[in-house]
């Protein structure tokens, strides 16, 4: 059984399931320094440190924290650090699980169920990744105004240059 190293969290393989309650578990980062940042974002106890089989619940992810890979699995990415939902103090934040419910039918087959949450776990990521797009693009088309005042400003600078050379 895996259970979440949040301490205020729950959420155990025993109690929960991925493809009723959407919610999986991501083990610890073998790298050194990642796995330091994840101990200390936990916010556990001083002597506390995590083993090979800590692992930390998708409710403290963001969802630009996942990614899906070619064959539709959810996967942690690289740079990702639990970040919501770790201590009773912080605001809850909604999860990539908390979504519009499922539509479920009484004579929705089991595999139609799970089938129903995985296209929901998967639209909520799209979604995500559809915002961060725009705020690339965003940042993109102001990068480039700048870029077009600051050519102004410079060629304002080199006509007044040349004004002070041919005056003075
Ligand atoms: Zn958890």
Not at 52 to 61: D, G, K
Not at 119 to 126: D, H, K, S, T, Y
């Amino acid at each position: 059984m895996v259970s979440c190293a949040i301490a205020t969290c729950r959420n155990t393989s025993a109690k929960i399931s991925k493809n009723k309650d959407g919610i999986t578990f991501h083990r610890f980062p073998r790298d050194k320094e990642r796995r330091r940042q994840w101990e200390v974002a936990v916010n556990r106890e001083k002597e506390w440190s995590s083993t090979l089989s800590s692992a930390v619940c998708s409710e403290h992810f963001v969802a630009v924290d996942f990614y899906l890979t070619e064959s539709g699995l959810r996967r942690l990415s690289m740079e990702a650090v639990p970040t919501i939902n770790i201590s009773p103090c912080q605001e809850p934040e909604p999860t990539i699980t908390v979504t519009k419910p499922v539509d479920i039918k009484p004579t929705d087959t089991e595999e139609v169920i799970q089938l129903k949450h995985k296209v929901r776990r998967l639209e909520v990521i799209a979604e995500s990744r559809k915002k961060r797009l725009n705020l690339m693009w965003q940042s993109k088309r102001r990068l480039k105004k700048k870029l077009e005042r600051m050519a102004c400003l410079i060629k304002n600078l080199i006509k007044i240059k040349k004004c002070i050379a041919e005056n003075g």
